[in-house]
T-cell receptor, first 116, second 110 residues
C-alpha cells in the first residue's frame, strides 16, 4: 500500500494563479482532511470529507475548494493564490471520524507551496 | 470555539534528560491522540487515549489522559537525539472534526 500520496511536493505560484493540490489514498478510508501548517501554528483544518460526495469546511476554508467524487481522491483547489496561502499543505485520511475509535490519521508527505 | 492548548511551545534538553509536554482542552474530549513530526516530515500517529485516567507506555514514552478528560501529557524518559521533533496532541470537536494543538518542539543536545 502506498498510503496517502500528495502531488506536487513543491510548487511556486504567482499571486492570482490557480492550482490543484492532489491527494489520494489506497486504504479505503472514508474520512479525509486537508490541513495547512504555518511556522509555530500547528495544523489548521481547511476542509474535510466524511465520504464520497460529502465535504465540509474546517477552521480556515476561505480561498480553497474541495470535492470528493471518489473514496480515493480528495483534491484541494486554490482559486486565486495569495501570499497568505504560502504554507505546507498536508492531506490526511482515517478510517473513521474524529470521535470514533478508528480515527488514527495517516498523513501524506505534504506540498510546500510558495505564493509570490 | 473549542481549543486544544499545548505547552511549552519549545523545549531544549540535554540528551538523557526527561521531557514532558502538556495538552489542555477547553471542553471534555471523547479521546485524545498524539502525533510526532520529525523536522521536514509529516505528522505520524503515536497513540490514542480514550478512558478517563488512562496511562499508556511505549518504551520510554508515557502518555496520560486526565480524569476529567480535558488534559493529557506525554513524558519521555532519558531523551535521545532520535526524539527530536514536534509533538502534537489532537482531539475531536463537537462537530466531529479534529483540532490540533500548536505542538511542542523538542531539541536534544548530544
Amino acid at each position: 500500500n502506498a498510503g496517502v500520496t500528495q502531488t506536487p511536493k513543491f510548487q511556486v505560484l504567482k499571486t492570482g494563479q490557480s492550482m490543484t493540490l492532489q491527494c489520494a489514498q489506497d486504504m479505503n478510508h472514508e474520512y479525509m482532511s486537508w490541513y495547512r501548517q504555518d511556522p509555530g501554528m500547528g495544523l489548521r483544518l481547511i476542509h474535510y470529507s466524511v465520504g464520497a460526495g460529502i465535504t465540509d469546511q474546517g477552521e480556515v476554508p476561505n480561498g480553497y475548494n474541495v470535492s470528493r467524487s471518489t473514496t480515493e481522491d480528495f483534491p484541494l483547489r486554490l482559486l486565486s493564490a495569495a501570499p497568505s496561502q504560502t504554507s505546507v499543505y498536508f492531506c490526511a485520511s482515517s478510517k473513521g471520524i474524529a470521535a470514533s475509535s478508528y480515527n488514527e490519521q495517516f498523513f501524506g508527505p505534504g506540498t510546500r507551496l510558495t505564493v509570490l | 470555539g473549542q481549543q486544544v492548548m499545548q505547552i511549552p511551545q519549545y523545549q531544549h534538553v540535554q540528551e538523557g534528560e526527561d521531557f514532558t509536554t502538556y495538552c489542555n482542552s477547553s471542553t471534555t474530549l471523547s479521546n485524545i491522540q498524539w502525533y510526532k513530526q520529525r523536522p521536514g516530515g509529516h505528522p505520524v500517529f503515536l497513540i490514542q487515549l480514550v478512558k478517563s485516567g488512562e496511562v499508556k507506555k511505549q518504551k520510554r514514552l508515557t502518555f496520560q489522559f486526565g480524569e476529567a478528560k480535558k488534559n493529557s501529557s506525554l513524558h519521555i524518559t532519558a531523551t535521545q537525539t532520535t526524539d527530536v521533533g514536534t509533538y502534537f496532541c489532537a482531539g475531536p470537536t463537537n462537530a466531529g472534526k479534529s483540532t490540533f494543538g500548536d505542538g511542542t518542539t523538542l531539541t536534544v543536545k548530544p
